[in-house]
């Protein structure tokens, strides 16, 4: 899970966010300035609106800009396992 | 076989769509504004063009911009580039986002600039845009209001003192000299436009 809080927010909102929602998976604060840059190295299409999703294996690599429920992320992960 | 899922997120959401290109004619409006009126592009007779920027009150994006776009505001205004600013954000789809809340945001941070709602969410789809905050600078030429930059602020939402690329600011100040910009689009994070 990559965060894209503010730095400044670390104590006050995303440690308590990963806390209350019990995130089980690494998270990593991403704090480089230079989005005009590096958005486009994640994915070309991409226009930098989040929640945004990469989901890749050795075959396959997708990209969604848009918010998923539960079932539908977990759906989708499912249809990239063989 | 194992696949991997990294999530890019802060606590929000999204929708996704085209819109204007560089050098595409942006349309009117007719929006409520925080104080009570109706506001349009047709209005301002003496402006050279405009500053659109699509923001609302509740992403720290756009929250993190606020002092920079009242900036631009004062920078450019007098120069004939006002900031017209535009909450994309269904209300119904997100709370703090009433006109109701961004005219006490508006009070609060002494915005010098009509903030206002995209009633019915029909202008954002037009421009295509995609988050907040993000910014259209519309040139007037005969044929209309052409698109001529459309992005980010700058190059560093998050720290104001890291910022090195003014990208609004060097815009406007080429077309303001007759010039193109030289960067016409760049991208920033920024929150998905809340839709039900």
Not at chain 2, 36 to 64: E, H, R, W
Request: net charge positive; aromatic share 10%; glycine share 4%.
């Amino acid at each position: 899970m990559v965060s894209l809080d503010f730095p400044k927010h670390k104590q006050s909102r995303l440690l308590p966010f990963i806390s209350k929602n019990k995130l089980q998976s690494k998270v990593v604060l991403l704090d480089d300035a230079d989005e005009n840059y590096w958005i486009n190295d994640i994915n070309a299409n991409w226009s930098g609106a989040i929640p945004a999703t990469l989901i890749y294996n050795s075959q396959k690599r997708d990209f969604y800009e848009r918010s998923f429920t539960k079932n539908e992320l977990l759906n989708l992960v499912e249809s990239f396992n063989p | 076989m194992k696949s991997i899922l990294i999530l890019f997120s802060s606590l929000l959401f999204l929708t996704h769509n085209h819109g204007y290109k560089i050098g595409d004619v942006a349309t009117d409006f007719s929006l409520p504004s925080v104080n009570a009126k109706m506001v349009s592009l047709a209005d301002y007779d003496q402006a050279k063009g405009f500053i659109i920027i699509f923001t609302c009150n509740t992403c720290p994006y756009s929250i993190a911009y606020e002092d920079r776009i009242n900036a631009l505001d004062a920078q450019y205004k007098p120069k004939g580039y006002p900031v017209i600013a535009i909450n994309p954000n269904d209300p119904a789809a997100k709370d703090g986002e009433h006109l109701t809340d961004m005219k006490q945001r508006a009070l609060k941070k002494g915005f010098t600039f009509p903030y206002l709602q995209d009633k019915g969410q029909h202008i954002y789809p037009k421009y295509g845009a995609t988050r907040t905050p993000q910014v259209f600078i519309l040139e007037k030429q005969e044929r209309g209001n052409v698109v001529q930059y459309i992005g980010a602020i700058d190059d560093s939402s998050r720290n104001p003192e890291k910022v090195s690329k003014r990208y609004v600011e060097e815009a406007v100040n080429a077309l303001l000299s007759g010039q193109k910009p030289k960067v016409n689009t760049t991208k920033a994070i920024g929150c998905s436009i809340k839709t039900l």
